[in-house]
């Protein structure tokens, strides 16, 4: 197995877990050693965890070892010890390795140096940040030399932005005709002992939030021109609105999805002459109740992040600010075993053989993809299938190494197949005449 660039085939491990020891990176480990024992890779893949304690490595293979009753794991499984602030362990680990999966973050801190010793060692790497400004800042600083290298660099590789980057390609590859506007609606549910999310992900977006005035900098230095606007104009909706196909009222999704999706339409616009497609992303709250709750929540993040006391006192307290949704312990198994995410996709167009310059769109599709507890379960499933792809798919990945989304990177390759195997389901729900 290697990467398209091929300098990778001698080396001792083909994906290498970076901050397996975080609360995602136990999930990403324990998704690498499933994957490794089933039918496709079975006894064939060679891989490790990585990151700064070795005890806590060991404990981390104990655990899968455990959960899958795999004891082999704790003896079979590679230990690479590395730290982001020291770059020759980075380098060390990157030589090792076909592909790196980097759960180490939040990004903007600690995710850089990586990249660097992934593109400078060819070495491949996935990542599962939701934060914009790195990613962006990395395709601005690192595409170059990635494509000189061969390598590819895969961001928002997890519940962001995967469903929403790879479920707008299923949308159009479905439909009949040109497909120009999709609108998601994001509902996730929880069982009856509730949900909440990692402090992880709080502190990425605190400090993403609070730093929106450089995210327009940077992006001004990329100087892309906006994409053209094929087909009637996608109509954006309110702050909050009542959503007639849910029953419920919606508001803008505020992660990366609508980022990560212009990048990969642009992509395919731009190098492979395809028609862009507008998007926008919307999430379900549910009742009024819990409208009114969530925006006195959002305005007082919105402040507070402003300032850095503010950020001090919400990454201090992010049970009490995000009332219960954020947790420094994160979910309990049965918290995660109870969760499930939806996300559907309304998608129109125009009909094989009309031109979608012309008057109004005459198809509709509706698609859906669904899985498991999108935090953790669905993201280390999406990451590992990002890293599997890498190696399986070598030859439908672009032609030039480059810091990619999952869409530019994978949209002739098999992952859709993949994750459809392993838990992260897309189907077609109607189609019809606009
Ligand atoms: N895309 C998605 O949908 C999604 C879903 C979940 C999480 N995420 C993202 O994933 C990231 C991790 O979240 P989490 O909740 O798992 O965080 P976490 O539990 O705090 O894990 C952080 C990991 O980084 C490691 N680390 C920190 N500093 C390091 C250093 N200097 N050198 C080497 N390793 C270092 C930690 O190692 P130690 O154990 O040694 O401290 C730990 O393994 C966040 O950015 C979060 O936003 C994304």
């Not at 129109?348 to 379960?377: L, M, R, S």
């Amino acid at each position: 197995m290697a990467t398209r660039g091929g300098v990778t085939a001698g080396r001792p491990y083909e994906l290498v877990v970076f901050g397996a020891s975080g609360f995602t990176g136990h999930f990403v480990a324990e998704e690498v050693a499933r994957v490794a024992a089933g039918a496709e890779l079975r006894g064939s893949l060679r891989w490790a965890v990585a990151g700064r304690s070795r005890d806590k490595l060991q404990g981390v293979l104990d655990r899968a070892a455990e959960r899958l009753g795999k004891p082999e794991l704790k003896s079979e499984v590679g230990i690479i010890l590395c730290d982001v602030s020291d770059p020759s362990s980075l380098a060390d680990m990157a030589k090792q390795a076909a592909v790196v999966l980097n759960c180490v973050g939040p990004y903007r801190f600690f995710g850089e140096p990586v990249v660097k010793a992934c593109v400078e060692n060819g070495t491949s790497c996935v990542d599962i940040s939701g934060e914009p400004q790195f990613l962006e800042g990395m395709y601005l600083k690192y595409n170059d030399k990635a494509a000189e290298k061969g390598v590819y660099v895969v961001g928002s590789s997890g519940f962001d932005s995967i469903p929403a980057d790879m479920g707008v390609l299923y949308t159009r590859d479905n439909l009949k005709g040109t497909l120009t506007a999709v609108e998601s609606f994001l509902t996730v549910k929880s069982g009856p002992e509730g949900y909440s999310i990692h402090d992880g992900t709080w502190k990425s977006a605190i400090h993403g939030l609070a730093d929106q005035g450089n995210l327009r900098t940077l992006r001004k230095q990329i100087g892309h021109k906006p994409l053209p606007i094929i087909g009637a104009k996608l109509k954006r909706r309110g702050l909050v609105f009542y959503s007639q196909e849910f029953k419920e009222y919606s508001i803008p999704f505020m992660g990366s999805d609508v980022s990560v999706v212009k990048r990969t339409q642009r992509y395919l616009h731009t190098d492979l002459k395809e028609t862009p497609v507008q998007y926008a992303a919307y999430a379900t709250v549910g009742g009024i109740a819990s409208v009114i709750k969530l925006m006195f929540a959002g305005l007082l993040f919105f402040l507070l992040v402003k300032f850095s006391f503010g950020r001090n006192l919400l990454t201090k307290y992010p049970e009490l600010f995000s009332g219960g949704h954020f947790t420094k312990k994160g979910p309990t198994q049965k918290q995660i075993d109870g969760s499930s995410f939806t996300m559907t996709f309304f998608g129109e167009g125009y009909c094989e053989g009309q031109d979608p310059q012309q008057g109004k769109p005459n198809v509709k599709i509706c698609t859906q993809v669904k899985g498991p507890d999108a935090g953790y379960v669905a993201t280390a499933v999406a990451m590992v299938q990002a890293g599997v792809a890498l190696l399986k798919d070598a030859s439908s990945l672009p032609k030039q190494g480059g810091v990619y989304t999952p869409g530019a990177a994978f949209s002739k390759t098999k992952l859709i197949d993949r994750l459809n195997k392993h838990g992260i389901e897309f189907s077609v729900i109607s189609k019809s005449e606009a």
